[in-house]
């Protein structure tokens, strides 16, 4: 019995008209409502400085020291409820100088509406202290200790925000 082969690597056979068939030809969409809340003033200016760039449907704010109102960044407050309930995710943006209160809030609220939530630690000055992180930890089923200006960024457009 002989072996026939295919003349073609698999980088050969990929660039086919027959695998053309397979491909997508459009551009991916805008896949994810994202909101990104900021917990304390030295998050604010990071989450203020990534807003800076393009983003699809992702939203920037940050929050009541209850958790209940968000204030965008113009400074419009918005009720916390109305403004993740349709959204796919919400990211956490922290420093040591967070309020576990708004936190639970927050988190509380994804929790009960299934929404996929992510934690980012940024470092101030020093290292972080065990009480922000179990204020942050049991809300933020993605957490990111430490994280910086840039992280925010790359998972913002990893999720294609």
Not at 89 to 98: E, H, K, L, P, Q
Not at 105 to 122: D, F, H, N, P
Not at 128 to 135: K, N, P, Q, R, V
Request: hydrophobic fraction near 50%; glycine fraction near 4%; charged fraction near 20%.
């Amino acid at each position: 019995m002989a072996i026939v082969s295919n003349p073609l690597s698999a980088s050969a056979r990929a660039a086919t008209t027959e695998e053309a068939a397979y491909r997508i030809d459009y551009p991916l969409a805008f896949a994810r409502s994202t909101r990104v809340i900021a917990f304390d003033d030295s998050a604010a200016q990071t989450v203020a400085s990534v807003a800076e760039s393009t983003w699809g449907q992702a939203q920037f704010y940050t929050v009541s020291a209850a958790g209940d109102t968000l204030v965008t960044l113009s400074g419009e407050s918005r009720a916390m409820i109305a403004e993740i309930e349709h959204s796919d995710s919400v990211i956490f943006v922290a420093t040591d100088a967070i309020d576990p209160d708004a936190v639970a809030s927050v988190g509380a609220a994804c929790r009960e509406r299934s929404i996929m939530t992510a934690g980012l630690l940024l470092l101030n000055e020093g290292p972080l202290s065990g009480a922000t992180l179990a204020a942050i930890r049991p809300y933020a089923r993605v957490l990111l200790v430490p994280a910086d200006e840039d992280d925010l960024f790359e998972l913002l457009k990893a999720i294609r925000a």
